[in-house]
């Protein structure tokens, strides 16, 4: 009996298919809304140091005789000419009503009326968002070909000293039927996603309104759902190039005559107690053993969540 070398889940096999993700959510879902907030991808807000534009792209808002914000050391002298006192605990500048300069209260109320219409447009495009967008512009299949294409380098490498014979071709139309078939999976994952994020942020946009009715907060608020969008392009990325990883080792073990393996655990604190159970024992393909012993639930290596154990194939 010999066994071949273990095919870990490597980060080249899905960093390009997380890549790939993030530029679905930003093209179908981002894009349009940082236009119409008027900021890049990689910037938070658009204002500047002036006192008038703070007011007006909401860097710096009035609320109960109170001046709330960022301010730089300009906006504070025009603050302490016009009159306010500054607040070390709360770190504001007081001001009475009675007191604003009429042009900042022009400003102030061109603020208003710009949050609620960027608050208008932002639903707008929301409720616009066509989720087919992701099937025309989604490039995984072809991502995942070049991940495969990886994974197989890797698994002739890794069998070569316990497999004597001429190790079997993937074919393209294998490639193509397994990148087709995990493509399709992912893109339906990220459908689903989107439309659920698209309510939540909905949500968020509405009640943003009870919140201080500011442009930088819509901007914030964007942008800190646009992390949430990327840390879940990093999961999906994972976790699917992980399942596909599973069966395409038992695919490709298949071909090699290989039916049995032996189960290796990442062996750190992080392995589960049942997956740990497993370490070192003789599993088949065809049958996977118990992975949850509460539930009953059967996987192969990879395919439980977020599972790092591998499949070393045994030779006969």
């Not at 901007?219 to 949430?228: A, D, F, S």
């Not at 071909?255 to 024992?281: C, E, F, I």
């Not at 949850?292 to 977020?306: I, K």
Request: net charge positive.
């Amino acid at each position: 009996m010999k066994y071949g070398q273990p095919l870990p889940l490597k980060p080249n096999y899905f960093t390009t298919v997380e890549a790939e993700v993030n530029r679905l959510f930003y093209e179908v879902l981002y894009r349009r809304l940082m236009e119409i907030l008027g900021v890049t991808r990689d910037e938070l807000t658009n204002a500047s140091d002036g006192f008038l534009d703070a007011i007006r792209t909401g860097k710096i808002w009035y609320q109960d005789g109170q001046f709330f914000g960022d301010f730089s050391a300009a906006i504070s002298r025009e603050l302490k000419a016009a009159g306010a006192h500054w607040n070390p605990d709360a770190k504001t500048w007081g001001l009475s009503q009675d007191a604003i300069p009429t042009d900042w209260r022009f400003a102030m109320s061109q603020a208003v009326n710009h949050y609620d219409q960027l608050r208008a447009k932002l639903t707008s495009a929301l409720d616009a968002t066509d989720l087919s967008d992701i099937d025309r512009a989604s490039n995984i299949p072809n991502v995942y070909i070049r991940t495969i294409d990886r994974m197989d380098h890797d698994m002739k490498l890794s069998v070569r000293a316990a497999y004597q014979g001429v190790i079997p071709q993937l074919t393209s139309a294998q490639r193509g039927i397994i990148a087709a078939e995990w493509g399709h999976n992912l893109d339906l994952y990220i459908r689903e996603w989107t439309s659920q994020n698209i309510l939540d942020l909905r949500d968020k946009i509405q009640q943003s309104a009870f919140t201080g009715r500011r442009s930088s907060t819509l901007v914030k608020l964007i942008q800190e759902n646009y992390g949430v969008s990327k840390n879940k392009a990093k999961f999906l990325a994972r976790q699917e190039t992980s399942l596909l990883l599973s069966k395409f080792r038992e695919v490709r073990y298949k071909d090699l005559g290989v039916t049995s393996y032996r189960w290796s655990t990442s062996n750190d604190a992080r392995v589960r107690a049942d997956h740990q159970h497993l370490q070192g024992k003789i599993c088949e393909f065809a049958n996977p053993p118990v992975v949850d012993t509460q539930n009953g639930r059967r996987a192969n290596p990879g395919e439980d969540f977020g599972c790092r154990c591998v499949a070393i194939p045994v030779f006969v």
